[in-house]
T-cell receptor
Framework: QQQVKQSPQSLIVQKGGISIINCAYE??????FPWYQQFPGKGPALLIA?????SEKKEGRFTISFNKSAKQFSLHIMDSQPGDSATYFC????????????FGPGTRLSVLP | DTEVTQTPKHLVMGMTNKKSLKCEQH?????MYWYKQKAKKPPELMFV???????INESVPSRFSPECPNSSLLNLHLHALQPEDSALYLC?????????????FGDGTRLSIL
């Protein structure tokens, strides 16, 4: 119930293409969904986050789509660049346990020049 | 540069050694976290401090001992670690202990146990 599933495990995209990473959860008490980007040798950096009362949130080339009924959310990276090559983690937390993030297993994205 | 600073960046220690990891933030955040991250895995929560008090301990072995001397500092004292404790140890902070607070991570300490 506490798991967050994430797919694909790895993704290769051509420069300029769209990268799509999907996450799914079971716990309907989850109500905060951040995405983190991690480069090798660095800590995770917050990319974008969404709450379930919003179906879509866009920041620059990054968009989160949220489907509350399906309990799924996804990250879309438009015009993918080689500099976007990193590992991406989705996460979820619930109101009463806001400090406890449940992370997905991660997606390793490679953007080819 | 990250606003959560961790030292040292790398640490190699024997199983009988005692060492400490340090984390510092000056963003006025009142919640601080320790995570452990193995290669190609997501971060795993170890401890949470809220207003300098330990609020969550995720059943971490006693060879890991956290300390929060003040609202800006977080330490992790290490003693008698095992080879399987080799990992990246990440510190994070958030504005408060309430829900839906984004957590800001440091770049971690890469720990190797000989």
């Amino acid at each position: 119930q506490q798991q967050v599933k994430q797919s694909p495990q790895s993704l290769i995209v051509q420069k300029g293409g769209i990268s799509i990473i999907n996450c799914a959860y079971e716990n309907t008490a989850f109500d905060y969904f951040p995405w983190y980007q991690q480069f090798p040798g660095k800590g995770p950096a917050l990319l974008i986050a969404i709450r379930p009362d919003v179906s879509e949130k866009k920041e620059g080339r990054f968009t989160i789509s949220f489907n509350k009924s399906a309990k799924q959310f996804s990250l879309h990276i438009m015009d993918s660049q080689p500099g976007d090559s990193a590992t991406y983690f989705c996460a979820a937390s619930e109101d009463n346990y806001g400090q406890n993030f449940v992370f997905g297993p991660g997606t390793r994205l490679s953007v080819l020049p | 540069d990250t606003e959560v600073t961790q030292t040292p960046k790398h640490l190699v220690m024997g199983m009988t050694n005692k060492k400490s990891l340090k984390c510092e933030q000056h963003m006025g955040h009142r919640a601080m976290y320790w995570y452990k991250q193995k290669a190609k895995k997501p971060p795993e929560l170890m401890f949470v401090y809220s207003y300098e008090k330990l609020s969550i301990n995720e059943s971490v072995p006693s060879r890991f001992s956290p300390e929060c001397p003040n609202s800006s500092l977080l330490n992790l004292h290490l003693h008698a670690l095992q080879p399987e404790d080799s990992a990246l140890y990440l510190c994070a902070s958030s504005h408060g202990p309430g829900p839906n607070q984004p957590q800001h991570f440091g770049d971690g300490t890469r720990l190797s146990i000989l």
